[in-house]
C-alpha cells in the first residue's frame, strides 16, 4: 500500500540524508572540518575551463582518494607553487647583512629582547608589533640574532600564509586549478614578495590576517560549523591586532557579517557565538593597551600618528579619501591582473551575466543595485585614471616597494638608476596603468554582478570576506595621513587588500570559463620579475652596507660625519640621537637626517648618483659597482665629499656640550 501526497510544497522541510551530510576531512577520514575545506570540491583538480559543481556539491559530498596518494591528487597544483616559491630562496640572499626600509626599527625592538630581555617599542614605530618582535626573536634564539634570521622569520609566516589562502579559496568553492594559481598570485605579486623578504610590519600584518580569516571562514560555514576553527580565527586576529592597530577590524567585520546575516540576535545564542568571534582579540587588545600605557609608555609618533588625522581637518580627510578610493581601486587591479588577463576569453559571458542579468532570475530592485553599484564602480575608476593620465600621474601609484627602479625602496642620496630610458619608461608605465584600469573594472563588474546570486555556504563566506575587506580599505587611511601632503601615501600601506580582491574575483568567476594557461603564463612573467627585483634590491642594500662600512672603518670617517642612507644612519645613530636631543646637523638633507640620523652632518655621502647631492657642494672622490640583473649596464655606488658650505646656508643648531661624544665605529653586524 503507498501514500500518495497531493501536489504542492511540503508542510515539513525534509530531513538530509546522512549520506549528504557526511564530510570527508583533507586525509581523507570522515569526520569533521579542516583548515584545509574538502566541501564544493570536484574529485581532482582542473585545471582549466569553468567551475561546474556537481551534484550535491554544496552539502559537502566529495570522493577523494584516500591517504597521502589522495591528498597529492588533489593539491599537487598548489604544492609546485610553494615548491616553486622556496625554490627563489636559492636565488634571493636572505642572510644579507642589512635591514631593508625602515625595518631596521623593529630589528633593535627584536635585539633588545634577546640581549636585555625587555620588550621595548621604539618612539619611532606607529605600530603595536609585539607579536612581530617575538616571532622574529624565536628565529633570533634559532638562528642567531641577525637581520637574515628576521627576515627568514617574515619568509615562513607569509609562506604559512600562503598556504591558508589557498585553503580560504576552497572554502569558498574554488577548483583546485584556480586556488593554485590565486594562491601562486598572492605570494609572486611584486609587492608582496619583496615585502616577503624584510622585517617590515607589512607582511607580518598581511599574514596573520590572511590566517585568522582562513580559519574564520572556515569554522562559519553554514554547513560545517566548527568552533575550534573559530577560535583559532580569533587567536589570530589578535596577533594581526599585535602587528598592527586595523588587526582589531577584522574580528569587528565578522560580527557585522553574522549580524547582515542574521545569525546572532540578542540571547544566548548569538552572544556564545560572538564571544567565539571577538573574545580572545578583545582580550589582547584590552591587554597591550594596559601594558603600553601604564608599564611600556606611549611611543612619541603613536601620539603623532593621532594629531595628524586631527590636523587634517574635513577638507584633508576628503581630499585624501577621494585620491585613495580611485588608488585602491587601480591597485586592486594591478594584484588581480593574471587572473584577469586569463578572463579575456570569458569576457562577454561576464558582461553578459554580470551586466545584462542574462541567466539570472533576481528582482527588480536587486537588478537596479547591481547596476547602480556597477555604475559607481565605474566611475571611480574610468574619470580618476582619465584625471592621473591627463596629469601624468601613471602606475605604479604611491611608489615605494614597487618602482621605476625595481623593488624595494630608494633611501639613499641619488636612489638606484631607472630600468629604462625616460621614454621607454613612460610608455611602459602608460601601458600598464591603462591594463591595471581594465584589471579594476573587471575586478567591480564580476564581484558586483553577483549581488543577489543564489544563497550557498560559499556566498555566505564571500559576504564575509567582503566585509572584512572593507574594513581592510578604511585601515588604509590612517597611516596615509602621514603621508598626504607629500606623497600621498605608499603602496605596501595597501597590501591587506591583495588577498580580498583575488579571492573575490576567483569566487565570482566560479561560472566563468578562464584561459588558465595565460594566467600562468603571465604569473610566470610576474613572479620572474619579482624574484630577480628581490635578489637585486637585497644585492644593493647588502652593496650599500659593505660601502658604508669601508667609509667608516677602512677611511676612519666617523658615523656623525657621514651620510650612509636611511637604514645605515638610523640603525646607528637613531638611539643616540635621540637620548641626547641631537638637533639636525644636516641642514636641508633628506627626510630621514632630520626624523632619525639627526646627529650626522653629512660630510661624506654615499651616493647612488655622481650628480647627488645635486646642491653642487659635493665632489666624486671614489665609486664601487654592484651587481644588478635587471639593469643592462654596470650600475656603481659612489663617494661624495662636501667641498664647501653654501654662503646663504643656515648653520646647524650647536649640539649642547653636556652631550656625550658620539659613537665612531659601526659595531659589528652578525
Known sequence: MSIHRRPGPSRRRARPSRSTCTHVSGNGQIGGSGLIAESAVLPRPRLDGIHRPAQGQDQGITHPSVGLIGVIERHWPVMLVVLAFVASWTIIPIFVKAPVGDDWVYSLSVEHLLEDGRLEILDLSVTTLVFQVLWGALFGLVFGDSFGAQRLSTVVIFLLSGIAFYSLLRTLGVTYGRSALGSAVYLFNPLSFVLAFSFMTDPHYLATMVISV??????????????????WGAFFAGCAFLVRQQGALIPFGVVVWLALTRQIWFNRRGLIRVLEVAAIPAVMLIVYYL???????????????????????????????????????VMAGFFVLPIALASIVGVVDIVRRRVFLRGDRVSRRVAALRLAAIGGWLLIVIFGAIVTVRDNYLMPYVSQFVGTSGLGPNDLFGGRP?????????????????LCVGSAILLGVATIGRIGSPATPQRGIAAMVLIVGLGQVAGVMPPSFH????????????????????????????????????????????????????????????????????????????LTRMN?????????????????????????????????????????VVSGSPSAPSDGTYVQIDQREYSSWLMPDPVYLYLMQRQFIPVNQPAAQPIPPDVPPPPVYAHPIP
Open 214 to 231: 582562513a580559519f574564520y571562514a572556515a569554522g562559519l560555514r553554514s554547513d560545517h560549523p566548527n568552533r575550534k576553527l573559530i577560535l
Open 483 to 558: 603621508f598626504r601632503d607629500w606623497i600621498i601615501s605608499v603602496d605596501r600601506y595597501l597590501l591587506p587588500l591583495l588577498p580580498f580582491a583575488i579571492a573575490l574575483l576567483l569566487w565570482s568567476l566560479r561560472d566563468i570559463r578562464l584561459a588558465l594557461p595565460i594566467g600562468w603564463i603571465a604569473l610566470a612573467a610576474v613572479a620572474a620579475f619579482s624574484v630577480v627585483g628581490t635578489r637585486d634590491f637585497l644585492v644593493f642594500q647588502q652593496a650599500t652596507w659593505d660601502y658604508d662600512r669601508y667609509v667608516n672603518y677602512d677611511l676612519a670617517v666617523p
Open 291 to 329: 601594558w603600553l600605557v601604564f608599564v611600556h609608555g606611549v611611543p612619541e609618533q603613536q601620539d603623532a600618528f593621532t594629531s595628524q588625522i586631527f590636523e587634517a581637518g574635513l577638507g584633508g580627510t576628503w581630499l585624501l579619501l577621494r585620491r585613495m578610493t580611485y588608488f585602491e581601486t
Open 418 to 434: 631607472a630600468l629604462l630610458d625616460d621614454r621607454s619608461m613612460a610608455d611602459l608605465r602608460l601601458w600598464l596603468t591603462w
Open 564 to 604: 650612509g642612507g636611511s637604514s645605515w644612519d638610523g640603525y646607528f645613530l637613531y638611539e643616540y640621537g635621540n637620548a641626547n636631543h641631537i638637533p639636525q646637523q644636516t641642514v636641508g638633507g633628506p627626510w630621514w637626517s632630520n626624523l632619525f640620523a639627526t646627529a650626522t652632518d653629512s660630510t661624506y
